[in-house]
């Protein structure tokens, strides 16, 4: 394996140019920008097998993940998935005119309204997340599980004042 990467031939050449910069961020974050373009690209690969976008994974993995009856409130699905209203209420009309999710009304709540996962729509997200996992396995595979349970706690603590 190369002991160096396109990230360290940036930092040198920085470091040569700004020798009054410390460049020690790029050491992390350029190699967590690069990784993401490489997760990026395999997750596009894997929904289009499904064919879905990135956005209908987002809502319906959201859906799905909430269990049986595989539905959410426009409300949940924005806390979920970080997205405003407007974006979501297109994204629900989207995957409604797909037929991958219904609207409902809340039996709750009449005036309230349910996101509902129809069953092409779960079959799809079922496909892509087994798909997703074989690929993103494919990228962890260089690390041993012990330290791929490392990065993953070191990532945690990076992640948890921005969540």
């Known amino acids: 394996m190369p002991s160096s990467d396109e990230v360290d031939r940036i930092v040198d050449a920085w470091s040569r140019e700004r ?19 490489h997760l990026e690209r395999a997750r596009r690969t894997a929904f289009a097998a499904s064919d879905l976008e990135l956005w209908e994974f987002d809502v319906l993995s959201a859906l799905r993940r909430a269990g049986a009856p595989y539905q959410l409130t426009p409300k949940a699905l924005l806390q979920q998935t970080l997205v405003s209203s407007g974006t ?9 005119s797909r037929g991958l999710v219904e609207r409902r009304t ?19 997200v079922d496909i892509a997340i087994s798909t997703l996992l074989e ?29």
């Open 88 to 96: 979501m209420t297109n994204r629900i009309d989207r995957l409604v």
């Open 19 to 37: 020798p009054d910069l410390d460049f020690s961020p790029l050491q992390v974050l350029s190699r967590v920008a690069r990784l993401a373009r």
């Open 135 to 163: 690929a993103e396995s494919e990228l962890l595979d260089r690390l041993p599980r012990a330290e791929q349970e490392r990065l993953s706690a070191l990532l945690r603590k990076l992640s948890l004042d921005f969540d």
């Open 106 to 124: 809340d039996p709750n709540d009449g005036r309230g309204i349910l996101v509902v996962m129809t069953a092409d729509g779960r079959e799809r």
